[in-house]
T-cell receptor
């Protein structure tokens, strides 16, 4: 089983629609969770951290379910500029003390005019 | 966040040669990381480079192939040694800022390497 799993998509969504992505992680000891956004041929950029209580940043809402080990991202009123690959990322300190971000393979989103 | 630059931005190299990639940050950071992103895939951590200690390598990556230097708190290099076409990839450095909450990392623009 992959450490972080995402539906690769692609998700093709009309402008103005709401879209949701889910991500599951395998290690219950994971400590922090993030959504990154990666545009084509660019580096990943932090979109938002995911807090235990859930958090919202404008049109974006992130949720964490530790019991079921999944993370979600909801994008409301989608814009053309939201077209990108969204990476689910999990942070863990291993038994050897190594700190590590583990990336999902990403979900590709295309917003259609 | 931090301003992170990488050199070179891209290179085309012959097999058997080595390339050193530089990563410069505009503020002092304790933790720097090197990742690889192969075509169509997500990021894989190569190693963690902390100033004043040896780099810690992930499974599948070894120091002889990917030597790393971390001479100070704003700079690191990654060398890809004895390159083969399988090393063609994007190499990214990232930093974790001091005092940042929730272990957020920020990425440089990447170095696109093609090995012929």
């Amino acid at each position: 089983r992959k450490e972080v799993e995402q539906d690769p998509g692609p998700f093709n969504v009309p402008e103005g629609a709401t879209v949701a992505f889910n991500c599951t992680y395998s290690n219950s000891a994971s400590q922090s969770f993030f959504w990154y956004r990666q545009d084509c041929r660019k580096e990943p950029k932090l979109l938002m951290s995911v807090y235990s209580s859930g958090n919202e940043d404008g049109r974006f809402t992130a949720q964490l379910n530790r019991a079921s080990q999944y993370i979600s991202l909801l994008i409301r009123d989608s814009k053309l500029s939201d077209s990108a690959t969204y990476l689910c990322v999990v942070y863990l300190i291993s038994n050897f003390g190594n700190e590590k971000l583990t990336f999902g393979t990403g979900t590709r989103l295309t917003i259609i005019p | 966040s931090a301003v992170i630059s990488q050199k070179p931005s891209r290179d085309i190299c012959q097999r058997g040669t080595s390339l050193t990639i530089q990563c410069q940050v505009d503020s002092q950071v304790t933790m720097m990381f090197w990742y690889r992103q192969q075509p169509g895939q997500s990021l894989t951590l190569i190693a963690t480079a902390n100033q004043g200690s040896e780099a810690t390598y992930e499974s599948g990556f070894v120091i002889d192939k990917f030597p790393i230097s971390r001479p100070n708190l704003t700079f690191s290099t990654l060398t890809v040694s004895n390159m083969s076409p399988e090393d063609s990839s994007i190499y990214l450095c990232s930093v974790q800022l001091r005092g940042s909450n929730y272990n957020e990392q920020f990425f440089g623009p990447g170095t696109r390497l093609t090995v012929l």
